[in-house]
């Protein structure tokens, strides 16, 4: 080894030496886990003997800018990292949330053969307004297709409604008493 590195290396291992506790016990105040200031505090003096501050003299303060801004980078990530596997995780659930399972869509099935069923047995005219109604027509739409004035509309839908509600309470006190 040459005398010039020898000295910068010898000057290196001093530095280590005399900083490297109070560097490690300054980032684990601040990122609050130790493995990662350990992590953090090679960093840090990884940083030192590849760019070393043209004072010699200057060197504390020189770590301490260097740790604080390697710390609140790494908090920084960790954030990030935080925000983003909630993000996913919250992707996730909600997707959960939209996938039904194999029972409610039978159910889901059963349900709607069962209202296609019950809305057989109503009159054309209140089963074909209410199907116009659940498809997104307009109560105008709906009054053109069943060639009435559109300020009847709401009472055909209502009476339609409750017409549709009270038959399908006799089926379903029908089926309950069958079981």
Known sequence: MEPQQQQTSDYFREVFYI???????KLIGLVRDEAAAEDLA??????????????PSVIGAWLHRVLTRIAYDHLNKKARERALHEKQSLHILSTEEEQPSNEQLLMKQLDQEEMREWLEELPERDRKALLLKYSGYSYAEIAEQLQVRPPLVGTLLHRATERLRKHAEAQTQAHARME
């Not at 090679?42 to 004072?55: A, C, G, K, S, T």
């Open 42 to 55: 090679q960093e840090v003096f990884l940083r030192l003997y590849r760019n070393p501050p043209d004072e």
């Open 19 to 25: 900083h490297y506790p109070t560097v490690r016990r």
